[in-house]
């Protein structure tokens, strides 16, 4: 399981940034406009629809005013109730994008012929790490082996 989760987070890293940049515009391009807006519909007691609209209008077109008036006039805390709903909305999504991005099984991603099969230098035990015939990066056949050394090779090789 370990795998899914570090796989999940290499294929992720720059979506990370981006999700942060995304929330912070989101929260003041989009939450603080609907928040000031519910303030000023709720100021008469019952919310009234239509001041919800008209000051929505107006905000949406000026967010950094609309941020400013929100901490002047006291709405902090709609702003903190609606950006909870809406990170809460966010970070679901998020999280299951992140889920489905994870690898489907231990070995995906690796690179075919590569030595990323073994661990903790288990295959220097039958390869040499510094010359012989070139299998992988750093992992070399050695020519002086006894035994069999042949080399089978899978694949094409292509000259352009």
């Given amino acids: 399981m370990n795998y899914k989760?570090?796989?999940a987070i290499r294929r992720n890293r720059t979506n990370f940034i981006i999700?942060?940049?995304?929330?912070?515009?989101?929260?003041?391009?989009?939450?603080?406009?609907?928040?000031?807006?519910?303030?000023?519909?709720?100021?008469?007691?019952?919310?009234?629809?239509?001041?919800?609209?008209?000051?929505?209008?107006?905000?949406?077109s000026h967010p950094f005013n609309t941020l400013g008036n929100v901490l002047n006039e006291g709405a902090i805390k709609d702003y903190f109730s609606t950006l909870l709903v809406v990170t809460i909305f966010y970070s679901v999504f998020f999280f299951i994008g992140f889920v489905k991005s994870a690898p489907k099984n231990e070995f995906s991603d690796i690179e075919h012929g590569s030595s990323d099969w073994s661990q903790r230098g288990e295959q220097y035990q039958i390869l040499n790490k510094n010359k012989g015939i070139i299998l992988a990066e750093n992992n070399y056949l050695p020519v002086d082996k006894r035994g069999n050394v042949n080399v089978l090779v899978v694949g094409r090789f292509r000259v352009w």
């Fill in 19 to 60: 999700f942060a940049i995304l929330w912070i515009f989101l929260a003041i391009v989009f939450v603080a406009p609907i928040s000031y807006s519910t303030f000023q519909a709720k100021l008469s007691g019952q919310f009234n629809l239509q001041i919800f609209i008209e000051t929505f209008g107006s905000s949406i």
């Fill in 5 to 7: 989760i570090e796989g």
